[in-house]
């Protein structure tokens, strides 16, 4: 096994770092403070090929592979976790779910405009009283023959408010458990489907996150997803997917945070020489860069399972654990590096210790991904 970079791996990379210097550094401190995110700037994602990845050239998208995708995820982190965070829903959950799962029809229907930055979607699974038990779907699909009625609500969405296309989850035979669970296709503006305000975020406020309502919103038999019952196999295969991508999000973060805390301390001085020379600091420095290259392997070991077609539920969960865990304890070191200045907006990395937080949460908490990684290794 190696991780050696192809020429073309190494382009998107580049590339992405560039965007993300150039398009996405500017302005980024004003839209956390103001919780907004132009839509010009995800048009600009979707024209570099950012919004559909992995998407099948045929249907409009780039047709990288899952290595490409932890590449570009890692550069948008370092700077705009919020960024970062559409652009994965968008990817792992929305695009992979439909491309893998879907009908031509709804294929050649949504992914064009997905994979373009056209359009924009939304992975509806969340509940109030269903967040990491994903099998109490309080959310119904009633089927009525050629249509389904859904009633509901679900929260914590990123791109609740923005997005044109919901891959919503909900029960349609209760009886059945998680095999009555079902997962469907809700456009935007379709009658009863009701966005509920923002949520005023910790972290990653530039990302849109509402809650949504459903009201006896009619949904067509052909916007269902796979077969009567797929809802649940098809909300955790596509969640497996997703952990890939917050891994890599967790792992931009730190990185982030550790490339400006090594050039703060080359710059800033205290007892006469630069604090990078007080083996306090040093040792920190040295600390987080294991912990950061120790995490990114773990995030290519999950891309490049993916990319083999190898089972990859267990190493997503390994990397999207550990990385979260780099990403929340070297953000809030990277604050102390920096010391008073680092409480202030100004030098970014508070920013990222209140972003760092969320990639222990979303796409499963971390006590779930050792669920996960506990069934695999007390298994027979």
């Known amino acids: 096994m190696h991780f050696n970079l192809s020429e073309e791996q190494i382009m998107v990379r580049d590339a992405a770092r560039e965007f993300a210097q150039t398009e996405l550094l500017p302005g980024v401190i ?18 570099l090929g950012f919004m ?61 405009k997905l994979a373009s930055g056209e359009w924009i979607g939304a992975f509806c699974l969340s509940e109030p009283e269903a967040g990491s038990d994903a099998t109490s779907q ?22 609740g408010g923005r997005s044109q296309v919901y891959l919503v989850i909900a029960q349609t035979d209760r009886d059945k458990g998680h095999k009555g669970i079902n997962a469907f296709i809700v456009e935007r503006g379709t009658s009863g489907f009701e966005i509920g305000p923002k949520e005023n975020k910790l972290g990653i406020r530039g ?10 919103v009619k949904i067509p038999k052909e916007n269902r997803i796979g077969e009567d019952g797929f809802g649940f196999k098809f909300a955790m295969k596509t969640l ?7 891994a890599a999000q967790a792992l931009g973060i730190a990185a982030g945070a550790y490339e400006l805390s090594l050039k703060y301390s080359k710059e800033r001085k205290a007892f006469g020489k630069e604090i990078n ?24 070991k999950a891309a490049l399972d993916k ?3 190898n089972n990859y539920d267990t190493s997503s969960a390994m990397a999207k654990l550990y990385a979260s865990k780099v990403a929340m304890q070297h953000s809030v070191e990277a604050v102390q590096i920096h010391g008073g200045n680092g409480f202030v907006k100004d030098y970014h990395v508070e920013r990222f210790m209140r972003d760092a937080k969320i990639t222990q949460i979303y796409e499963g908490t971390s006590e779930i991904q050792k669920i996960v990684i506990s069934r695999a290794v007390l298994k027979d």
């Open 30 to 47: 004003e839209r956390d403070e103001l919780q907004q995110f132009s839509d010009n700037l995800v048009k600009k994602m979707g024209a």
């Open 52 to 112: 559909g990845i992995m998407v099948d050239p045929k249907y409009g998208g780039s047709g990288m592979d899952t290595m490409s995708y932890v590449l570009i995820m890692e550069e948008l982190s370092k700077v705009d976790a919020s960024a970062s965070v559409m652009v994965s829903v968008n990817n792992s959950l929305v695009c992979y779910g439909l491309e893998q799962y879907g009908t031509e029809e709804q294929k050649e229907k949504y992914l064009p």
């Open 138 to 159: 309080s959310t119904t699909a009633i089927d009525k023959g050629d249509h389904y009625i859904i009633n509901g609500t679900k929260n914590w969405i990123t791109n």
């Open 207 to 216: 990302s849109d996150t509402h809650t949504l309502q459903f009201n006896d």
């Open 240 to 246: 497996s997917g997703g952990r890939i991508g917050i």
């Open 277 to 300: 020379k007080h083996q306090a600091i040093a040792f920190k420095l040295a600390e987080m860069a294991t912990d950061i290259e120790a995490a990114r392997l773990l995030v290519y």
């Open 307 to 309: 990319d083999l077609g």
